[in-house]
Nanobody, 126 residues
Framework: EPQLVESGGGLVQAGGSLRLSCAAS????????IGWFHQAPGKEREGVSC????????RYAESVKGRFTISSDNAKNTVYLQMNSLRPEDTAVYYC???????????????????WGQGTQVTVSS
């Protein structure tokens, strides 16, 4: 069964950076896409970014374009989310997600996700 394990969350001041990692196992990594969602208290879980492991194509939510970069190390079956210029509104639990395509995830939200990681907390102080 697919497993996704996130790491790298923490507390950072506004303007700072964090790098999240999602270690994947139990499926053919190269054939799927992996993305990141975030969920702030009292809000819905929203797609942040996605990468297709077959061709490297990426997608980003408008709110993070130019600040976040998603990348994939297919040899390590790991996806990274580099988050720069963090803002207090980026504070949320960040979830790694396995999906068939990035379009399924970014256009259909949580419905397009097959498996989830356990989440990692990111807190940005002002």
């Amino acid at each position: 069964e697919p497993q996704l394990v996130e790491s790298g969350g923490g507390l950072v001041q506004a303007g700072g950076s964090l790098r999240l990692s999602c270690a994947a196992s139990g499926f053919d990594f190269d054939r799927y896409a992996i993305g990141w969602f975030h969920q702030a208290p009292g809000k819905e879980r929203e797609g942040v970014s996605c990468i297709s492991n077959s061709d490297g194509r990426t997608r980003y939510a408008e709110s993070v374009k130019g600040r976040f970069t998603i990348s994939s190390d297919n040899a390590k079956n790991t996806v990274y989310l580099q988050m720069n210029s963090l803002r207090p509104e980026d504070t949320a639990v960040y979830y790694c997600a396995l999906t068939i395509t990035c379009a399924a995830m970014m256009e259909h939200g949580t419905i397009g996700v097959d498996y989830w990681g356990q989440g990692t907390q990111v807190t940005v102080s002002s």
